[in-house]
């Protein structure tokens, strides 16, 4: 979805929580921040695209990227600035850039309409049936479905900028599919998309992003339910559940018709699969971490057996004799060889001076069998160490070295 060099991107507010809320992004990266991302991604450019405003402005977009990415990250207070805003604060900071302070508004506004230009390409992916096409969600709110794609880098070819924007996008290689022959172009305004067709895909791939914030969700769409250019306005298009298509309907025509004339090597489903989420961003607000497959991926993909069909598994032999029975052959009947394991370090460490020590005779009580006299439990007087050390370290390693003794439990409900 970007153009310039491959690398993460972001499109986000700050995050975290603190206090019962965000933390305030009020503070400008500093003067050193400022300076290195300048020699980073500005002054190491080559000498020929020092001479173009264009190529020094995709280059401060890629910092804008790391910016948000890596240095948001690592200090909560940074302030999220737009594009436009970032741009100022590095021509300001850049000696090489400061002379052109004074023309930034003029500078940004021919960046914008330059990336309105520059060529997109990328890939049409098609299920087994030719039945559903596979579309990302962009990261920020209210962000429309497209089709896998993004702008070319200079002098790129466009199958080698379709299989690294598909591979960004959705970490499918489509290069062994990929036939040039089979492509779809459209020009919107003055921008030429061309989007090669990847048919055949299997629906259990695990598609996900490998860059940071740039997509927030990756679906199977049924093609019957996207809608198609019917003389709507192209920025205000909606499908019928409401979602934002306007940079998919351009091609869901020529596609139709493409897959038409493919239809008897691609037979259709016996039983349709409907539209379905692959891969889903956790919480997209705060910049949580991604998501897992979606629950309902399996239900949509894996094929319902009856009942009838399912019949009960057999239970080896070797299941069939519970380990509970036997404690001596359990590998947790033998807690003390475990590394971890430190009864003495700790008076948690020991069952007989925990409360759940009692665990088997109110089990046996409960369930009906007579329990065996046990002799009453004398404690041992915990070790006069300071509450403090038992705590010492990060939150959870006071509790990393207990145990229970498995062992001795089970051979109490052995009687």
């Known amino acids: 979805m970007r153009g310039g060099m491959p690398i993460p991107r972001s499109g986000r507010t700050g995050g975290g929580v603190g206090n019962g809320g965000p933390p305030q992004r009020t503070q400008l990266p500093s003067r050193e921040l400022l300076d290195d991302l300048c020699s980073r991604f500005v002054l190491n450019m080559p000498e020929e695209e020092l001479k173009s405003f264009e190529r020094i402005l995709f280059s401060i977009e890629q910092a804008h990227w790391f910016y948000e990415d890596n240095a948001m990250e690592q200090n909560m207070a940074l302030k999220a600035m737009t594009l436009r805003e970032f741009s100022s604060l590095m021509f300001q900071s850049c000696a090489a850039l400061r002379p052109y302070l004074t023309q930034i508004d003029n500078i940004y506004r021919d960046f914008t309409m330059y990336k309105t230009r520059v060529p997109v390409t990328g890939a049409i992916i098609l299920d087994e049936s030719l039945e559903r096409c596979l579309l990302v969600k962009g990261w920020k709110a209210g962000a429309s479905w497209s089709f896998p794609r993004g702008k070319k880098n200079k002098d790129e070819e466009d199958s080698t900028c379709a299989v690294r924007e598909v591979v960004e996008e959705t970490s499918y290689n489509i290069k062994p599919k990929l036939n040039l022959d089979d492509h779809l172009e459209v020009v919107v305004g003055q921008q030429r998309m061309r989007l090669f067709i990847i048919p055949g895909v299997k629906d259990d791939f695990l598609f996900e992003p490998q860059t940071k914030k740039e997509v927030s969700e990756i679906a199977w769409h049924r093609l019957d339910e996207l809608p198609v250019s019917n003389g709507e306005s192209v920025l205000h298009h909606r499908g019928p559940t409401g979602f934002k298509y306007f940079m998919v309907f351009p091609f869901i025509v020529p ?9 008897l090597q691609y037979p259709k489903r016996v039983n ?8 889903k961003v956790k919480n997209n607000s705060s910049g949580g971490g991604f998501g897992p497959l979606s629950q309902n991926y399996v239900s949509a993909v894996m094929p319902v057996f009856p009942a009838a069909v399912a019949a009960p598994v057999p239970l080896p032999e070797k299941i ?29 460490s020991t069952p007989k001076n925990s409360p759940r020590s009692t665990l088997p005779t109110v089990l046996k009580a409960t369930s009906g069998i007579t329990p065996k006299l046990i002799p009453p439990m004398v404690p041992k007087t915990p070790p006069s160490i300071p509450p403090k050390t038992v705590l010492k370290g990060p939150p959870g390693n006071a509790f990393r070295n207990f145990r229970f003794d498995f062992a001795q439990i089970l051979k109490q409900l052995d009687g």
């Open 320 to 348: 069939k004799s519970s380990p509970r029975s036997t404690p001596e052959t359990s590998p947790m009947s033998t807690p003390k060889t475990s590394p971890i394991s430190t009864p003495r370090s700790s008076p948690r």
């Open 255 to 263: 596609l139709k018709l493409w897959i038409s004339k493919r239809r």
């Open 272 to 279: 349709p699969v409907p539209t379905v989420s692959v891969w």
